[in-house]
């Protein structure tokens, strides 16, 4: 038997559509593996999923953080397996759904990252190298590293864990997973993309990146660095158009897509499951639960 199931996939495929008609129909609940999703008031942004949208189903891991506090891939396994430990006590099925990759990479394989400490005197010494050569650095010690090159804050504290410190395998938790990852035509994905980012504009996008800039006054804040934000803040400081703003996070969202494609490399084994519709789709994961349970 399955403890815990999780829905990884890339952005705009419908992976929270699916996992709320997955858990109602076995009885479920969700746990968000999305690093946007954790922080209140940034919800255009985040494609966060809305009270009608959850359908009376019972979600986990949204709105636990504000936009300046610091929330790491550690944090994210300690807060999931309390809530798989509470769920699974009502004789419920967790249901984990998110693209964040290195958050279902760490809760399946039990990674703790948060024993390295921060150091200082460390981070001072990468302050004169680039984005660029702080990424060779983390490859030339772990070569199958996939991570955000544009994210300075994750690289360093990656590249401060990788020398100063060790990954620990967390024995405390034992859950079996089945991962399911839903594709779709890269075409397709591109398109929803492009349209969903039109439609959180037109739903007040900007006013929330206003809101996080007037927050978020210190260069290290995380929700700052997060796509759908960060884009449009040069024209929020007239540096460039909306139109030109609006290009680059069209862009920087379908390259996050190829990443998460990219990313099913970290994983041992998952099942693809093309979508075909919501309802099509839950119908087919669901059926192969069943034929795995026997």
Same mark, same amino acid.
């Given at each position: ?61 949204? $709105?636990? &953080? ?7 891939? %550690? *944090? ?7 809530? /798989?430990? #509470? ?84 024995? $405390?938790? &034992? ?7 839903? %594709? *779709? ?7 929803? /993309?492009? #349209? ?99």
């Amino acid at each position: 038997m399955v403890d815990v199931i999780i829905i990884y996939g890339p952005t705009a495929v419908g992976k929270s559509a699916i996992a709320v008609q997955l858990a109602k129909a076995i009885n479920g609940e969700i746990i968000s593996a999305d690093s946007k999703q954790i922080y209140k008031k940034l919800d255009i942004g985040s494609a966060k999923v809305t009270k009608e949208e959850m359908d009376g189903i019972k979600h986990y891991l949204i $709105d636990i &953080k504000q936009p300046w506090e610091d929330y790491s891939v %550690s *944090d994210f396994c300690i807060d999931a397996n309390k809530a /798989i430990k #509470n769920i699974l006590s009502r004789n419920k099925t967790p249901i984990i759904v998110g693209g964040t990759g290195l958050y279902i990479k760490g809760l399946i394989e039990g990674y703790s990252f948060g024993n390295t400490a921060k150091d200082i005197d460390f981070r001072s010494k990468l302050q004169n190298y680039t984005n660029s050569e702080i990424y060779q650095q983390i490859l030339s010690i772990n070569p199958n590293e996939i991570i955000d090159k544009e994210n300075r804050h994750r690289l360093i504290r990656r590249l401060e864990c990788l020398t100063l410190g060790t990954q620990n395998i967390n024995n $405390d938790f &034992k859950y079996t997973y089945k991962l399911f990852v839903i %594709s *779709d035509e890269r075409q397709k994905i591109y398109d929803r /993309i492009n #349209n969903r980012v039109d439609k959180m504009l037109k739903d007040g996008l900007l006013d929330e990146a206003k809101m996080l800039q007037s927050e978020c006054t210190f260069k290290d804040c995380l929700a700052m660095k997060a796509i759908g934000y960060k884009e449009l803040f040069p024209f929020l400081n007239n540096e460039k158009s909306l139109e030109e703003c609006t290009e680059i996070l069209k862009q920087k969202s379908r390259n996050y897509a190829k990443r998460q494609f990219t990313f099913l490399n970290q994983f041992k084994s998952y099942t693809k499951v093309d979508f075909i519709g919501v309802k099509e789709t839950t119908i087919k994961i669901k059926q192969i639960l069943e034929e795995q349970n026997g």
